[in-house]
């Protein structure tokens, strides 16, 4: 059945890769918000002036808490930020390769509770993914690795306009893209051993197998994991 569905998949057009999710990560930058001023202004810079964060709808807010269907705190630190109106957008003056965080909300989002889209220099978008939150307050961990380059991230949550997602802990590292993808067994070579590495993750339900970020483990998968074998590695 295994080497059926392989072949099946070599003979079938790919999707496109654009990020893969990924665990919590120390990144090159860190930004906890703690040294933001306190209230509503339309932006913010982040990251030590790497990036900017901005509310869509003029409004984005820092603070120690908020109330709303439930109290929020902060993951770590003094502060937390949201748009209270309008979706989260980062800006960034050099290239992304990862991105990550801690998301909650004190709104009542059901699933999906929102979305993040990427987007290369070009505006052009490199892929979305879903924002899992936990509900009632609590904080849970959404990070991702790209294959190439992004400079625009939008954080969009699945009411008001895309407002109440809130964020802690932000990690970020920096360059042109992840590690090439489709060397799945890390030997500097894309092989068949790479397809049934691949295979071998997405039996085991880890989480390298979720090619298209979706957070689910389906046939797409192994479509977008086709394509970023066909594409190769720099």
């Known amino acids: 059945m295994k080497k059926f569905v392989l072949a099946s998949l070599l003979a079938v057009p790919a999707l496109a890769l654009g990020q893969t999710p990924v665990g919590p990560f120390t990144g090159d930058l860190q930004e906890g918000f703690d040294g933001l001023p306190g209230g509503f202004l339309p932006s913010h810079p982040v990251f030590g002036g790497v990036g900017e ?17 439930c109290v929020i705190r902060p993951f770590e630190g003094t502060r937390l930020a949201a748009s209270a109106g309008g979706f989260v957008r980062y800006v960034f003056n050099e290239e992304v390769s990862a991105f990550g965080g801690y998301f909650g909300s004190n709104a ?19 892929g979305s993914a879903p924002i899992e939150l936990l509900g ?13 380059g992004v400079t625009t991230i939008e954080i969009e949550g699945a009411l ?18 992840a590690e090439c993808y489709a060397d799945c067994d890390g030997d500097g ?4 051993f790479d397809f049934l590495c691949f295979q071998n993750a997405f039996a ?7 090619c298209d ?14 394509n970023a074998f066909a594409e190769g590695c720099d």
């Open 108 to 126: 009542d989002l059901a699933p999906p509770n929102g979305t993040a889209r990427f987007f290369d220099a070009g505006g052009g978008l490199v």
């Open 204 to 210: 085991s339900g880890d989480a390298y197998a979720d």
């Open 53 to 69: 964060m901005f509310s869509t709808g003029g409004s984005m807010h820092t603070t120690t808490g908020w109330s709303f269907i």
């Open 213 to 226: 970020g979706d957070g689910a483990f389906t046939i797409f998968d192994f479509l977008c994991f086709q």
């Open 136 to 148: 009632d307050c609590a904080w849970n961990w959404n990070g991702w690795e790209f294959s190439t």
């Open 189 to 192: 070579q894309l092989t068949i």
């Open 160 to 177: 008001f306009g895309g407002a109440f997602v809130m964020m802690d802990a932000m990690e970020l590292n920096l360059g042109s893209g």
